[in-house]
């Protein structure tokens, strides 16, 4: 098993094209291929992770894509936010998100808190 730290897009590249034959045909876990294969995966997440982070999308946006996802209209969102205008308000980005507004749209919708915390983008 040859195995080096990713620390060039040079690298990156090297180990992207070393692990795609194994989405093909991935290997057994237990196997020598296989733990080489786990191996490169955590070395390219790792260097992913730190190279191209992928920011938490802005909390209007989280909430709309939920809804779009769940088929739920403004109307479901007013025990988490409040009566409709206030809903309204919120995804129209007139009025920001209180941290009851968060815990409730993070445990009623399931959105990653983080995603909620952001500021909005402005109006």
């Keep these: 098993m040859d195995i080096r730290p990713i620390r060039t897009p040079a690298d990156y590249e090297q180990a992207l094209r070393a692990v795609a034959p194994f989405f093909d045909d991935e290997p057994d876990p237990d196997s020598e291929a296989g733990a080489y294969f786990e191996v490169l995966l955590t070395l390219i997440q790792a260097y992913e992770a730190r190279h191209h982070a992928i920011e938490p999308p802005d909390p209007v946006e989280a ?15 007013e025990p988490m936010i409040g009566r409709s205008n206030r809903v309204y308000e919120v995804l129209n980005r007139r009025r920001p998100l209180t941290l009851v507004m968060i815990r409730r749209l993070h445990a009623g919708l399931g959105i990653p808190a983080e995603s909620l915390i952001r500021e909005s983008a402005p109006a």
């Design 63 to 77: 909430i709309k894509f939920r809804m779009e996802q769940q088929g739920l209209s403004p109307r479901d969102l």
